[in-house]
């Protein structure tokens, strides 16, 4: 293996340390406690787990965490009232309604009813438009924690060619747009790319969100290319015994890191920035409602 190993891990326990600084100075100059608001819908186990582990961090920050369960079959009536009720809290600098929705929500209603100065996730219509116009916004957690990496492996990244794979809302468009705004020349792939293999060859960093296990090999890339790996993926682990699984990303991870300059693994890689930066988000939430500095490095 040639590549280095970029540790999602470390670098998230490093930003969860600047921000537990920032809060605490929050805490002692102004008296405000920055806190978060997670509601879920429905019984999702993998939605339970995040949502968690979202709260347990959120405390560990010095942060106030506020967590609102409702049934699956919860009314989007009913939804809206609580978003409306968490948009008026002085309490609530940040508010994350946990996605997938079940089918009788309209997600987009539902997430354009956040107030836009508290929409952590970055996803609301206006947030998405200031990002896209290079203007000041709420940036989406998962590309932030990318470009933080990004950042923090090449120091500065303008002029490079960079190629993400996926252009979903989440992660595949902001995070073009972060690229872009970093000064990349960016390319972005999706089902219909025509020769995806040739594409990918001329980057220097590829980003892969695409939700398909392993689907790019190392000789996809570019020898010393940054390859950084949003896939979740469950797969079939049959050498750990009967009916384990494990974890991978959308990248085969040892034939790339062979190949690339470097890598981030899954699990350990761009997961753990995700709470991270939605962590930062709303500490950045917090000192914009209330006219107070903001944590440097810590946004886009
Ligand atoms: P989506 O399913 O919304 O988007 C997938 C994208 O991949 C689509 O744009 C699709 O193209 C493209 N795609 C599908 N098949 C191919 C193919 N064969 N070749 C090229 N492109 C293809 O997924 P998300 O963006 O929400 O998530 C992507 C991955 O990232 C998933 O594994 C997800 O679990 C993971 N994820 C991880 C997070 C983390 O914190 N680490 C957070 C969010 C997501 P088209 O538009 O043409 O259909």
Redesign the pocket.
Known sequence: MGAQIIDGKAFAAKVRGQVAAHVARLKADHGITPGLAVVLIGEDPASQVYVRSKGKMTVEVGMASFEHKLDLDTSETDLLALIGQLNADLKVHGILVQLPLPKHLDEDLVINSIDPAKDVDGFHISNVGLLGTGQKSMVP??PL?CLMMLREHHGSLSGMDAVV????????KPMAQLLLGDSCTVTI?????KN?PDVVRRADIVVA????AE?VPGDWIKPGATVID????RIDAPEKGDGKTQLV??VHFDSCAEVAGAITP?PG???P???ACLLANTVTACCRSHGVDEPEGLTA
């Open positions: 957690c998962t924690g794979i996926g252009r979903s809302n989440i992660v595949g792939a999706h089902s219909r790319t995806l969100a695409v939700g398909r689907m949003v896939g979740i993926n990303g959308d899954v890689g761009v997961g920035m995700t709470i």
